[in-house]
């Protein structure tokens, strides 16, 4: 497992904003999991080859002076094709199978994000490389 030492530590306060941005976060770490063990899955990987080449789930965070905080959340997963980044954060748009999703999970994370707290949520991806999450979220 990879882990990379950071000096942000996120704390939560019980309140139905910052749950909604915790709601956010775990979305999108669902999604990452999510896509990759279905490219397990599609790809036939037995354990060994697994274990040989593991999966990445790589989450840092960073305070931006005088501006708030990111968070990047990426995988080495199998990427979302470049048709579908543009319509990602669209309501019912889904990179996942048939019945395996709703489509809506990304476009309240970018609600959330945007719209109540004034952040950005940003994806960057490449197919056969992975998918990176980027959200700024302002003090």
Known sequence: METAKQDTILIVEDNPTNIKILF????LLAN?????????????LSYEEIKQNPNRLII??????GAGVEIKIADNGP??????QSRIFEPFVTT????????L??????????????????????????TEFVIAIPQ
Not at 24 to 27: G, I, K, L, R, V
Not at 32 to 44: P, S, T, V
Not at 97 to 102: A, D, E, F
Not at 108 to 127: A, F, P, Q, R, Y
């Open 105 to 130: 999970g990304l476009s309240i994370c970018h609600d959330i994000i945007m719209e109540k707290h004034g952040g950005t949520l940003l994806c960057n991806s490449k197919l056969g490389e992975g």
């Open 60 to 65: 840092k965070t960073s305070v931006i002076k």
């Open 24 to 27: 956010s976060f775990m979305n």
């Open 79 to 84: 990427g979302i094709p470049a048709e579908m």
């Open 96 to 103: 996942k199978p048939v019945g395996k999703g709703t489509g």
């Open 32 to 44: 990452a999991i999510d896509a990759l063990d279905e490219d397990n899955l599609n790809k036939g």
